[in-house]
């Protein structure tokens, strides 16, 4: 499995960046995403690390509180990692 590690800052430069090294990874099998020093995460970022993990084999991702936390507030949790809980519809109507 090839790791590839996110920088503190992943805003658009950074994914620009880190796209073609995802590219090329994930044409060998799962990835793994080193995102712990992660402390600020933009939008294009989101998507690569959301299409990493509908890629292929995959992605897991290592994340940073901060990134947990984006990913929560966003509703991504669940598209984003593998431990996150599941939420029901409680209450929701057909």
Do not use: N, W, Y
């Amino acid at each position: 499995m090839v790791t590839i590690c996110l920088p503190p800052r992943c805003d658009r430069a950074a994914a620009e960046a880190l796209l073609p090294e995802m590219i090329a990874a994930l044409g060998s099998g799962a990835l793994a995403i080193d995102a712990r020093d992660c402390v600020q995460i933009g939008q294009v970022m989101l998507q690569i690390l959301v299409s990493a993990r509908r890629t292929g084999e995959g992605a897991v991702i290592d994340a940073s509180a901060h990134l947990r936390d984006t990913a929560r507030r966003l509703g991504l949790e669940a598209e984003l990692f593998d431990d996150a809980p599941v939420i029901g519809m409680k209450g929701a109507q057909a």
